[in-house]
């Protein structure tokens, strides 16, 4: 990842988790939007509106006025065209050389360098509030608070849940991460009225849940390492069932390296959960790649001495009936035999049918976005890692991923 994507992502992070924290403090049971239509988060109460904006200026050690004009000159704007409203505008930005929770103040002659910037970034804006706002009336309204560093962000956001009554034991590794991704998951709806929480209601949801949410947002935490080794033992109760029929799907846009390491992968699950008698369902192997990647695979596989039923007859025709067929299986002295290791699909309409047809009891995605299907009855465990390493790790097929 470079820098820059690396700062745009802590800079989504800091915005969840300042919500999150705004959430967890609210007393009063609020409205709370997250990317609402006035700023990154609206606290609605009967008589006023906080709108609060949130920067992330981790990589700029000495705060500057100009690093923020653009909110404020926003922020000003809104309060120009809804003079009527009852809101306060309030600006969280983390400088790393500023005190987390002073304040500064920014008065008129402060604004009037905005309006005088020859930015051509700010031109409409500087154009539509010259001579035109109530300076004074905004200031009134107006805060610029500097935040705290995102890890002092999270230490607050633990103690919030201990004081809201959750159990201390799965703060970290249940309720944090899971808090972050339905905030995620709010923050993306299209429709406003769909992006708009109560305490009550988050902490409701959270307290339903028994699985660690494991995606983008929650893979890039200063928490991950607790997150994968909780996640391992949520999985690790079905894991040592010997008898249970497991799907797996595996994106090769979602994960690094994919074309060189998913055949290692594949052989060292069997080695691991399918060598015994007692293993006895087959697993399913579905591939979200290009035909030509899965055309090498299936070369490599074979090479690999793991034998494939991938259902076709020739590279043209698949035959449901031979992909369903359970493998001739046989004990020759103390050597076990099967007619064919794992079963193999490449996503697409065919595998779509069979994935639907014949139903798991464990179907694991590690993809971005799950596939449509139908997963009633079945245990889904959507896990959206990046590094087949980590995926091996939460499985337990080795004791590392680094």
């Known amino acids: 990842m470079s820098r820059s994507a690396d700062y745009t992502i ?26 609402g239509i006035i700023e990154d988060i609206e606290v609605a109460t009967p008589l006023l509106t906080k709108a609060i904006q949130c920067k992330y200026h981790e990589a700029q050690e ?8 653009k909110p404020i000159l926003q922020m000003m704007e809104h309060y120009h065209d809804n003079v009527d409203k ?31 910037s020859g930015d051509k970034r700010y031109r409409r804006l500087i154009t539509k509030l010259s001579g035109h706002v109530n300076v004074p009336e905004f200031l009134q309204r107006f805060t610029l608070e500097f935040g705290s560093s995102i890890s002092d962000l999270i230490h607050n956001i633990m103690e919030a849940f201990e004081k809201n009554g959750l159990p201390t034991d799965d703060i970290e590794t ?16 299209h429709n406003a009225d769909q992006r708009v929480i109560k305490k009550s209601a988050l902490l409701h949801d959270l307290q339903q849940i028994r699985k660690t949410a494991i995606t983008r947002w929650t893979r890039s935490l200063m928490t991950l390492d ?48 399918h060598f015994k008698e007692v293993h006895d369902k087959t697993p399913l192997f579905c591939l979200d790649c290009n035909q ?15 034998k494939v039923n991938d259902g076709f007859v020739t590279d043209d025709f698949f035959d449901k009936t031979k992909f369903l067929t359970n493998p001739i299986k046989a004990k020759i002295g103390k050597t076990f035999y099967s007619e064919y290791d794992i079963r193999l699909l490449r996503l697409d309409g065919i595998a ?45 097929m080795v004791d590392t991923y680094e």
């Open 292 to 306: 030509e990647l899965f055309k090498e695979i299936r070369i490599r596989l074979h090479k690999k001495n793991i």
């Open 62 to 69: 000495k705060f500057t006025l100009s690093s923020v004009y």
């Open 174 to 189: 249940l309720f944090y991460p899971n808090a972050v991704q339905k905030i995620a998951d709010l923050s993306i709806l």
């Open 352 to 396: 779509i049918e069979m994935l639907n047809q014949t139903k798991p009891e464990d179907f694991f995605l590690f993809t971005k976005t799950p596939p449509e299907l139908d997963y009633q009855d079945i245990n889904v465990e959507h896990i959206d890692l990046n590094e087949l390493a980590q995926v091996k790790f939460i499985l337990g």
């Open 226 to 273: 607790r997150i994968l080794k909780t996640r391992k033992k949520q999985l690790k109760t079905n894991l040592d069932k010997n008898s249970r029929l497991r799907y797996f799907l595996l994106s090769q846009s979602s994960i690094e390296n994919f074309d060189n390491e998913i055949v290692n992968f594949i052989s060292d699950y069997l080695s691991k959960f």
């Open 86 to 116: 009852n809101i306060e505008y309030r600006l969280f930005a983390h400088f790393p050389s500023e005190p987390a929770g002073s304040l500064f103040e920014i008065t008129e002659a402060h604004i009037s360098e905005m309006l005088q």
């Open 10 to 35: 802590q800079g989504f992070l800091y915005q969840f988790n300042k919500t999150l924290l705004e959430i967890l403090n609210d007393e009063e049971d609020s409205d709370i939007s997250i990317e």
